[in-house]
């Protein structure tokens, strides 16, 4: 298999890269950030899990899903920590919905009650959801 170097070198350019650590925008072969100065290198060791808890602060929301949507498949307990946090903050009705039924996969006593405290949502889409997925679990 063979890429023609300019075909890379345009698709390089079309391609965003972010630093881990601080999600600003960096170049493709940098080995520190800029920015923060956090060590790409550091990031190259971290587990697949790991990787996918940074993601969850992604600048891309569709990227930010994609994690949310793993760490639940993996059952990530050290992802719940991370997903409360999220649920502190998130406006957007699709990530908390992910979110919500990651933790249910992951199964922990404190992702239920992670669930649970958003019974409380001022949205009523959320709270309609908490108690879908609160029922489900407790029928298990």
Request: aromatic share 8%.
């Amino acid at each position: 298999f063979h890429v023609c170097r300019s075909t890379l070198t345009s698709h390089l350019m079309t391609t965003r890269f972010f630093c881990p650590n601080c999600w600003e925008e960096i170049g493709p072969q940098a080995a520190r950030c800029p920015y923060c100065g956090y060590s790409m290198s550091d990031y190259d060791s971290c587990s697949f899990e790991e990787k996918l808890i940074y993601a969850l602060r992604h600048p891309v929301r569709e990227n930010r899903m994609m994690a949310v949507q793993l760490l639940g498949e993996m059952k990530s307990e050290k992802a719940v920590t991370a997903f409360a946090s999220i649920l502190e903050s998130e406006k957007d009705f699709y990530v908390i919905r992910e979110v919500i039924n990651s933790l249910k996969k992951t199964g922990t006593p404190e992702g239920i009650r992670l669930i649970q405290k958003q019974g409380s949502h001022p949205s009523k889409l959320v709270r309609k959801l908490v108690r879908q997925v609160i029922g489900a679990h407790n029928e298990q």
